[in-house]
């Protein structure tokens, strides 16, 4: 039996409404504060997102998709070429869950991002504490737990702690070679 199939898809404004739908699920308004950012807001930051090939791109955006319908986006921002990281982000539809397909698709994320970009050299992502689920995702890609930040945001009114998690392209490119 084959794995079922996960795409990424270059972020396009025809994705913006199923990101509002994807934003306001439970799931991820647990983890990410979601309500700040209107249509129109969504619709710039899919107009901002480069393309591999841009030079000058600062984030890059796709949409999972998987047996043909959307279930999540992943995102990588805050791209410094001098510095030579990128901030990961990744929300996947609750449906979807537990299915290894966050994990699948942020691996693809780090193909296309480390194979494209030579300058890029790690890249890191956040979670809050409690987020059990996307930690379990930086853990099977080979992300180390850098160190937890007490009290570093604000989400749902409090005051969270938020771990930081870190991959080097050594570190990817060991796992790659298996």
Known sequence: M????????????EHVDYWMVLRSESAA???VDTEEDSREQLLHRISEAGTLGDA????FRWFVEHDGR????VSARD???GHGRAQLGYMLSEAY????????AVAMMLEQLFTALPFLQRVWLTTLTENVGSQGVARKLGFTLEGTMRGH???LGQRRDQQFWGLLRPEWEARRRG
């Open 29 to 31: 308004r647990r983890y």
């Open 79 to 81: 791209v410094s070429r």
């Open 153 to 155: 945001c604000m989400h």
């Open 70 to 73: 959307l279930i999540g986006t």
């Open 97 to 104: 869950h537990g299915r290894g397909l966050g994990t699948r």
């Open 56 to 59: 000058r791109a600062k984030g």
């Open 2 to 13: 084959s794995a079922p199939e996960v795409r990424l898809l270059p972020a396009r404004p």
